[in-house]
């Protein structure tokens, strides 16, 4: 140990003691403290000046790197501008191009517009007219067609009424004159409808009637020519029309230049008299046979005024009695009817107050038979 640090030193202000070698070296230890202090605040200046120097010259670099930047930047700005610029003023004056180009190109299409619509109107109205030409051609080929199938159906039309008409009257000759042979001339012979050979009751042939059926609207005054041509070539000795329509001044039946002209009403009364005319003329032939006299006389009476009123007497006669028979008929089923009616009201009226009596007076009333069930059941079988 040194002297030093034997000699003791007391503090004035607290007394405290402690060695003259510890109180050099705390004061060394400031002193030195001191020194470092100032000499690390002075180089932390000089570290700092330089690092704010750095700093400065790096932000100096970067500011006038940025303010380079800056103006590359304006310049290129500038540049794009004038380019933007050039750019818009060329596509205005290309939109100003394509403008007056567009307007040209509308021009040329307006005007190749209306040479085609004017080239196209031409050949479509040529077309037109051909077209209506040939409408026009059509429609009258057509037109006379139409005439064409109208007349031939309208003949056609005539030609089945009248069919129909002479098979009604075929068959209603049949039926009323079965001895008669009655004989169809096959549709396309030249001819009459009919051809009825009037026979006796022992089956002889007393002569032959030509009928001629016309169902038409009206009467033609060539069929009596045509028909009696007809009954020269069959050799009949009667000649007769029906038809729907009758010569002026005709009725129901009439004689005109030797042919017979009837109504589809009358007919059957004039066949029946024309027929027992035949049957009586034929009588008288074989009963004057070879006597030409009486021939001649016959033909004359035939063929005379006197035959020709005797036969619309017997028609007439024969029509009168027909409508009396029709007439008779109906009246006798009206009273019929009315009869029916009047028994029917008596039989349901006696039903009704036998029902109300016996209804009063019980199972002591005597029973009824005919207005039983048991008596009402045969009845209704026969009826049945």
Not at 118 to 133: A, I, N, T
Request: net charge negative; glycine share 6%; proline share 2%.
């Amino acid at each position: 140990m040194n002297n030093t640090d034997r000699v003791m030193v007391e503090c004035p202000k607290c007394g405290h003691e402690f060695g003259v070698s510890e109180a050099l070296g705390a004061r060394m230890r400031a002193e030195a403290e001191a020194r470092l202090s100032t000499d690390f605040d002075h180089r932390l200046e000089e570290a700092v000046q330089e690092a704010e120097a750095r700093t400065r010259k790096a932000i100096g670099l970067q500011i006038k790197d940025l303010k380079e930047q800056l103006s590359e930047q304006a310049r290129k700005a500038e540049e794009a501008e004038k380019l933007e610029l050039a750019i818009r003023k060329k596509a205005r004056e290309l939109e100003e191009k394509q403008k007056k180009l567009d307007l040209e190109i509308e021009r040329r299409l307006e005007q190749e517009r209306k040479l085609i619509e004017k080239r196209v109107r031409e050949e479509e109205d040529e077309v037109q007219s051909l077209k209506l030409k040939e409408k026009e051609k059509q429609i009258e080929d057509l037109r006379g067609a139409l005439d064409e199938a109208r007349r031939r159906t309208q003949q056609g039309s005539q030609e089945l009424q009248g069919e129909v008409l002479e098979l009604d009257i075929e068959a209603a000759m049949g039926a009323q004159f079965p001895r008669d042979i009655i004989r169809p001339v096959p549709k396309g012979m030249r001819g009459a409808d009919l051809v009825q050979e009037v026979c006796d009751g022992a089956g002889n042939v007393c002569g032959a009637i030509v009928w001629e059926v016309k169902n038409t609207r009206h009467y033609q005054p060539a069929w009596i020519d045509k028909l009696k041509q007809d009954q020269r070539a069959i050799g009949a000795s009667l000649a007769v029309i029906v038809s729907v329509a009758l010569p002026e001044g005709v009725k129901d039946f009439g004689r005109i230049d030797g042919v017979w002209v009837v109504s589809v009403r009358s007919w059957p009364a004039l066949a029946a008299a024309l027929r027992e005319q035949l049957i009586q003329v034929a009588f008288a032939r074989a009963a004057s046979e070879g006597k030409r006299d009486k021939m001649q006389l016959l033909y004359s009476y035939l063929s005379g005024e006197e035959f020709h009123q005797r036969v619309e007497a017997i028609v007439e006669a024969f029509s009168a009695m027909q409508e009396q028979i029709q007439k008779e008929r109906r009246a006798m089923e009206r009273l019929w009817h009315e009869r029916q009616k009047q028994i029917e009201r008596v039989i349901t009226n006696t039903s009704g107050m036998y029902g109300d009596i016996r209804g009063l007076i019980g199972a002591g009333m005597p029973e009824v038979r005919q207005l039983t069930l048991e008596a009402a059941a045969p009845e209704e079988r026969m009826e049945a």
